[in-house]
Every structure is written in C-alpha cells, then in structure tokens.
C-alpha cells in the first residue's frame, strides 16, 4: 500500500488515499497511520466497505477497547457501539464534546463507520483543541495551566432520559457507581506529540475546581465557545462506506442533528487511552 495524506483545513484533518481498511495492514503501514493521526488529528477514509468485526479488529490494532455503558452494543462485536436514532434519541451527541471524559483514562481514539445515512443533513464536525489554546493569549493560558475541571457522565446522561425503565434505571445507578464526578486539567499535555490543548467539553464538564460557581461558569462558558470557532474545526459530510478515526486526546466534535425523522446508524469502536496530564 501507499498511502497519500490529504490536509483538509490548516487546523485538522487529512484525507486518506491509497488503502482497503478490509485488507490485512502491515506493521509500516499502522505506524504510519498512528504518526498521521497524531499529525492531522481526524483521518478520512472513502470508499472503505468494513464489517463490524474488521472495524473492531482495525481499531484494536492501536489499543484495547472501551465498551460503552449505556449505548446498546452490535451482536457480532460487543466492542463496536450502534449509534442509531431509530432506537435511541441521540440529541446529546449534538453539542461539542470529546468522548468518555467521565472516566479516569478517557479514550485515545475512536474509529466511526457511516452505517445507514440520511439523504441529506447528519454531518460531524470536529474541533482541534491545540489551535483552540494557540488562540488563547498567553495570560489566559497562564491562568488555565494550573486548573482542573470535574467531568460527570450524568450530564449527557440524566436519569430522566437514560433510566425510562427498571433495567435502564438499572444499569444507570451501576454506571453512575462506577463512574462518580472526577477532575482532569484544563490544559491536557498530548503524550505523544507533547502539543498542548483544551480539555474541556461541553458534554461531560461541569466545573473548573476551586472557582467561585459564577467564575466557573463564565469561564467554561467562554472555552465551549472559543473551542468551537468555526477556524479550529473540520466539517464532514458523510456517503455510504466512509471511515473516519480520530484523536480523542486532541479534537472535540459535534453530530449535526438537522434530518429528523430520517434515520442514521453510525457505528463506534473506541480505543482506550491514558490518564491526561
């Protein structure tokens, strides 16, 4: 294989030439597509037509798997994940958030496969947090490199809409034990490329510790704002067979929710990542 890396805009994003996902991959070939995605961020793939089980087994190739606690899970992978609005209102994915910061060691990435599509609307976008902090001015960035900020799963997903029946409610209060409010810095230091980024989300962040609730709130009001400006972000519009794998480490994004009642049926992989520092 020889593949071609394709900018998309100056903040992320490359498009990706010259390789079947389906296809046996060598060690070369997977090293190159890890330094890519810590290069570009967001890694487009077309024209990929993968089963469940190869999406798995792709994704695997650059860590172990997370499976999610709410979201219902494909009979043939249990670590792929069914985004699909015909069984779940998935209005919380419209918002800019990075993936399972509720967790101590939120996900390095994700691998995300275009199942079944609107005939028009359903875009994703993503979000660079290292052009969103090189934005900042250096007074700003002083100030947030000493602060945490708590991330709390019930956010996206509260009671009222995730525990509708006995099990549900079940399964919430077991997530919930296992995942109680935890901090992470607001300024998270890449590990492998050593970039810093925001690491704040709009999702699952509802605090920046030891601040008075006005000042927290206007500060975090202010970062969801200024990391979703459209000069940091990639927007994507998906056709049937497209792959896309991001750096959950370094991006946000944001599920366009503009084709009700049409349905869409995205699947997830997501590899398991480290603790932010």
Known sequence: MSLNFSRLTPALGALVEGIDLARPMS???????RQALIRHQVLFFRHQHISPIQQRDFAALFGDLHTHPIYPQH??????????????????????HTD???????????VLVARQLPENGGDTLWASSFAAYDALSDRLKTLLE?????HDFAKTFPLKRFGLTAADQQRWNETRLKNPPLSHPVIRTHPESGRKGLFVNEGFTTEIDKLPEEESKALLNFLFAHQSRPEFSVRWRWASGDVVFWDNRSTSHYAVDDYRPARRVMHRATILGDKPY
Not at 100 to 110: D, I, K, M, Y
Not at 146 to 150: D, H, I, R
Request: no cysteine.
């Open 27 to 33: 060690r070369d070939v997977q090293e190159e597509i």
């Open 75 to 96: 009979p043939d992978a249990s670590q792929i994940m069914v985004l699909d609005t015909q069984a779940f209102d998935l209005k919380d994915n419209a918002i800019w």
């Open 100 to 110: 399972v910061t509720f967790t101590e060691t939120p996900p390095l990435g994700a």
């Open 146 to 150: 000493g602060l945490s900020a708590t």
